[in-house]
């Protein structure tokens, strides 16, 4: 269902508010740099710090600025079901194609809980669902047969997997089902992760390098890993400087080097130190995306 890079998106501040011009320009520039779809308000578009008001405005502005171009995948999730239920809502109603929801954190619930969470979700309004399992952050990890059983729910369509563990997808494809839909939250190990029966990326670097991180995603799915590698390797080095201090402010200070949004993030992050910004403009140059 999909495939491809899908940039987790930014979401553009100015003087602490929502930039929604800057929004609008990110949506259209990603289109013409050959993105797949866009996941905006995930952690990458600062969910944590936006308002339920701001959260909904952003997924309304996107879906509406794409209108029906590439796919869009709206941040639903929330350590609260009756929240998650309402960014659902929303999202189904204003017309994105799916929601992200992350496993809950914080509440640390058993496997158990995690069903009755995703089941009540995917109850609660006609929209397919692609399940975020980041343990590192969330501080739960979502079994592989916990997933397969929520796999058996017809709107349960798919994981964007961060557990940085290549093994899981193919031990997820053999009990979730190959038309289950297995996307990489890991830019560094996206590659790797394709090869092992992977379809797509939802990336953080993709908010600089849309085109690169495109193409790297179509070699890998045309079965030509020796190109996607060339493309990976001028990457890398730019995957591992972003995440020096957390992705977003790397990927939104490397965002203003080339002229595309502030650097502007809200607390409790801070932007860059000087050493990171040092390396992520070294990165930058490697990849070929500032002189």
């Given at each position: 269902?999909f495939?491809?890079s ?9 003087n602490g508010?929502?930039d ?5 320009k990110?949506v259209?520039?990603?289109?013409g ?15 944590p710090?936006l ?30 079901t ?5 960014f659902m809502r ?10 992200l929801?992350v ?7 058993t ?6 969470h ?8 006609d929209?397919?669902?692609i399940?975020?399992n980041?343990?590192?952050r969330?501080?739960v990890?979502m079994m ?9 729910l ?10 940085g563990?290549?093994?899981r997808v193919?031990?997820q ?6 038309d ?11 590659h ?24 790297v995603q179509?070699?890998t799915l045309?079965g ?7 493309l ?9 400087a972003?995440f ?8 939104k200070?490397?965002m203003?080097?080339?002229?595309l ?17 040092a390396l ?12």
């Open positions: 269902m495939r491809g899908f940039p987790a998106l930014v979401t553009p501040f100015k508010e929502l929604l011009d800057t929004l609008k990110l259209e520039w990603h289109i740099e050959g993105s797949h779809g866009l996941v905006p308000v995930g952690t990458t578009g600062e969910s710090t308002t339920h008001e701001e959260h909904e405005t952003v997924v309304q502005e996107v879906v509406r600025a794409v209108d029906g171009r590439i796919p869009v995948i709206a941040g639903a999730g929330s350590n609260n009756l929240e998650s239920m309402r929303h999202a189904k109603n204003v017309g994105a194609d799916a929601a929801v496993t809950p954190y914080y509440n640390k619930p496997q158990r809980g995690l069903v009755a995703f089941t009540a979700l995917h109850d609660c309004c929209l397919p669902i399940i975020y980041i343990p590192g969330s501080v990890d592989p047969e916990t997933m397969a059983e929520l796999a058996e017809p709107r349960i369509v798919g994981v964007k997997d961060a557990t563990d290549l093994a193919n031990l494809r053999m009990i979730c089902g190959p289950f839909c297995q996307i990489s939250g890991e830019d560094g190990t996206a790797g992760f394709n090869a092992q029966g992977g379809q797509g990326v939802i990336s953080v670097t993709a908010n600089v390098a849309p085109k690169m991180v495109a193409e179509n070699a045309a030509d890993y020796a190109k996607a590698l060339e990976q390797d001028r990457l890398m080095p730019l995957h591992t972003i020096t201090e957390p992705g977003l402010v790397g990927v200070y490397a203003s080097r080339v002229g949004c502030s650097e502007e993030v809200r607390s409790p992050l801070t932007g860059l130190t000087d050493e990171t910004k992520v403009d070294d990165a930058l140059r490697f990849a070929g995306l500032m002189n």
